[in-house]
């Protein structure tokens, strides 16, 4: 099993930046394919980010292109999500996932799931 802890969402004012994080623990051994989904209130969750499991290759909604980006971090199993002119459209619940099949089953929704970080817009 892996477990997947996200970091970094909070409160932040319209056109400001946030910094998520994520980090794997449990059986890392293998090295995932990781990425982000969001939810915002009723609404479906939505493929927001993902990157590939050297960080060679990443993949960005439309939505968020120019303004997000997504990076491996240091440690082996982590990534970090980087927003920045964030508006209101962006509030939601940002989930990070891992998958070892890689970046389509990543994008598909497959794999491990963390519990989510909130991230509130104000106006």
């Known amino acids: 099993q892996v477990q997947l802890v996200e970091s970094g969402g909070g409160l932040v004012q319209a056109g400001g930046s946030l910094r998520l994080s994520c980090a794997a623990s449990?059986?890392?051994?293998?090295?995932?394919?990781m990425g982000w989904f969001r939810q915002a209130p009723g609404k479906e969750r939505e493929f927001v980010a993902a990157?590939?499991?050297?960080?060679?290759?990443?993949y960005l909604a439309d939505s968020v292109k120019g303004r997000f980006t997504i990076s491996r971090g240091n440690a082996k199993n982590t990534v970090v999500l980087q927003m920045n002119s964030l508006s209101s459209e962006d509030a939601a619940v940002y989930y990070c996932t891992a998958d070892a099949a890689g970046v389509p089953s990543v994008r598909a929704g497959k794999g491990y799931w963390g519990q989510g970080t909130q991230v509130t817009v104000s106006s």
């Open positions: 449990g059986r890392t051994a293998i090295t995932y394919a």
């Open positions: 990157i590939s499991r050297v960080g060679s290759s990443t």
